[in-house]
């Protein structure tokens, strides 16, 4: 939920740990700090609130020197998020910045007191550096052997990285859940970060850190370490393939429409890198995966995820039932974990995560793993822990996600899940010689290579739908309350709608199944409510007309989001939408497939709350509580 990052090289420390926090950022954004080394003592700048606050004071504090510094984002667990609560934490020499949380604070809490200190800040962090002390004051070890021995005192997930004063150039962390990345080179040092983004500024070549390991950082090297044993061990270098200029703004005004409009992108990427290539011909066969053939041998798929990913898991559903035949769960992972599910041996769990560090949802899995049910993962991060965790990853390729609120990521999963549905259900058509079923899945392959176009056509800002969308959000902003419904695939539209409005404009409201309203939310349906219904040509639209019909009833603003020549819906809402494709002239039959309006129904809902929320003057990338990663129970 945090952001750590360590240092030690020759570059000027101050400005790679202020660069290497900015791109940290997203991790957690109510204080900051960093410690470096000054004239052989360690200096600690925070302040609360943004990254900002800590660049302003370091405005004239440059410092530069191979003695190294630590810098931390913080998302708040123990202790208001304040400036004394900020991290880096002092206890006398020993300088530590904290990402996770130590379960067994309380019993720290007191043998710090019982020695007579008191400590400074409400966290449990600052007790780990009160350890440390300990150790080297009583049990007379070294810095290094102090912080091994201290870690295996506390209990829960925790990353570590610690400094001293009486060490200067050394840097030591160690990673338990909380995920800790490296990097070496001789060009640029030593580096160390709870993801790989502050480290891809200078290199693509990064060590992931597994549980229980510690990495001691110097300039001239990286080493690592078992914590329990105390014995060197090996971590190779993974080569990553994103790249520094992915991770800026390149123009947008803010990370989420840059995103927003990085989705035909996404959908290509990950189109191409699924796909084994054929002579310039639509490809239909998959690159070959382990995943791929567990999936097949299956006969229930269970999904856990939280949040946007839940939210694409439940499309996932829809699709695998219906394509595959499979049958399928789509379930909260925070919920799932704390049941007693029955799980068979011939099951799979997948968990779906763009960042791949999601507790729950690594927690089922770890528990899933454990019961010797096979596991697998979609993750938009590579080494990511799920993405290690899980026996088999399929990736997104939607690039770094910095806006907190989930857009490029969230399409990414759906097509990976659509991909996966379709090969499964491929195969089954080719084994019962279902020519029928086989001609629809190629086809709604070969129209997902035209999706890129439609969605970019959409979202250009001179287009129908892009106009239209801003001139609904800025019409209805003011509105009491939203309800956002669907039936079939624009159901989890629905939710996921209502979540973003939530998120990132801090205005109420719900996603329903277009079919509930009458069972209860119509009753909050006034004049000043606003409903936006979405009604694409499908297998639901009658319904989903009628739904609309009962809340315009009731006198609620009605946005109707629909197919562009659809004749119907403008005139029976308040704002229409409509969405980058009509239906063919020759046989009045859509243009794409109804299984695939999702991907163009997501990116205006997600345009339709960005609108709303610029408008509100709402900081629309780091919405207030948030944190893009969310490595806490
Ligand atoms: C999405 O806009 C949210 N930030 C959030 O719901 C997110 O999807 C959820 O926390 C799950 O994250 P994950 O995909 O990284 O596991």
């Known amino acids: 939920m945090c952001g750590i990052i360590g240092y030690v090289g020759e570059r000027s420390i101050s400005d790679v740990l202020l660069k290497g926090l900015k791109r940290l950022e997203y991790r957690g954004y109510d204080s900051s700090g960093v410690a470096m080394f000054h004239g052989g003592m360690i200096e600690v700048h925070k302040a609360a609130g943004k990254i900002v606050g800590i660049e302003t004071l370091l405005a004239d504090r440059r410092q530069s020197g191979v003695e190294g510094g630590i810098g931390h984002t913080r998302w708040a667990t123990h202790g208001a998020p304040n400036t004394k609560n900020a991290h880096p934490h002092r206890v006398q020499d020993i300088v530590l910045v904290h990402n996770g949380i130590i379960e067994n604070y309380r019993e720290i809490q007191k043998l710090v007191q019982s020695k007579g200190f008191t400590p400074k800040s409400e966290t449990d962090s600052e007790l780990f550096a009160f350890l440390v002390l300990f150790e080297m004051t009583d049990s007379k070890v070294d810095f290094i052997e102090a912080i091994r021995r201290s870690f295996l005192k506390i209990s829960g997930n925790s990353s570590v990285v610690v400094m001293s004063e009486r060490q200067p150039g050394l840097i030591v962390g160690i990673r338990n859940g909380s995920p800790l990345v490296a990097s070496w080179n001789s060009e640029h040092g030593a580096m160390l970060a709870s993801d790989a983004q502050p480290i891809l500024d200078y290199t693509n070549q990064v060590h992931y850190l597994e549980n229980y390991d510690m990495i001691v950082c110097r300039k001239s090297g990286i080493e690592f370490f078992d914590v329990h044993t105390a014995k060197p061990i090996k971590r190779p270098a993974t080569k990553l393939d994103w790249s520094a200029d992915r991770l800026d703004k390149n123009g947008y005004p803010h990370y989420m429409l840059k995103e927003i409009h990085e989705q035909a992108r996404t959908i290509l990427d990950t189109l191409n890198a699924n796909f084994a290539t054929s002579g310039g011909h639509i ?209 989890p539209i629905a939710l996921e709608g209502a979540l973003k409005l939530k998120e990132i404009a801090y205005v109420h409201a719900e996603g329903y199944a277009a079919g509930e309203l009458k069972h209860g939310p119509i009753a909050m349906l006034e004049p000043d409510f606003a409903v936006v219904v979405l009604a694409p040509h499908d297998l639901w639209y009658e319904k989903t007309v009628s739904n609309l019909q009962e809340a315009k009833a009731r006198g609620a603003k009605i946005i109707a989001v629909g197919h562009a020549d659809d004749k119907l819906l403008p005139s029976m809402c308040d704002h229409f939408i409509p969405l980058p494709i009509n239906t063919k002239k020759e046989d009045g039959k859509p243009v794409l497939s109804e299984t695939l309006i999702p991907f163009l129904l997501a990116p205006i809902m997600q345009l339709f709350s960005y609108q709303i929320a610029v408008h509100k003057g709402t900081d629309v990338d780091q919405p207030r509580n948030l944190a893009k990663s969310v490595t806490v129970e």
């Open 283 to 491: 490809p239909f066969d998959f690159a070959p995966h382990p995943g791929l053939d567990q999936l097949s041998k299956t006969d229930r798929l269970s999904i856990v995820a939280c949040g946007t990913s839940w939210h694409a898991s439940l499309l996932g559903k829809f699709w695998f039932e219906k394509l595959a035949g499979l049958s399928v769960e789509a379930e909260l992972a925070s919920e799932f974990r704390y049941r007693s599910p029955v799980l068979k041996k011939n099951q799979v769990v997948m968990g779906v995560s763009q960042s791949g560090e999601t507790a729950d949802t690594l927690a089922v899995l770890q528990d899933v793993n454990k019961r010797g049910i096979p596991t697998m993962c979609i993750s938009n991060v590579k080494g990511s822990t799920i993405s290690r965790e899980a026996k088999s990853a399929f990736y997104t390729y939607a690039g770094p996600e910095i806006g907190v609120a989930s857009t490029k990521a969230f399409t990414g999963q759906i097509l990976m899940m659509l991909l996966l549905a379709g090969k499964l259900g491929r195969e089954a058509a080719m084994a019962d010689s279902s020519g029928k079923a086989m001609i629809e899945i190629e086809k709604m392959y070969r129209e997902l290579f035209e999706l890129p176009h439609h969605l970019a056509n959409g979202l250009l800002e001179e287009s129908a739908t892009s106009r239209a969308t801003k001139a609904a959000a800025l019409a209805t902003q003011n509105s009491k309350g939203f309800f956002f419904v669907g039936r079939g695939y624009s159901f």
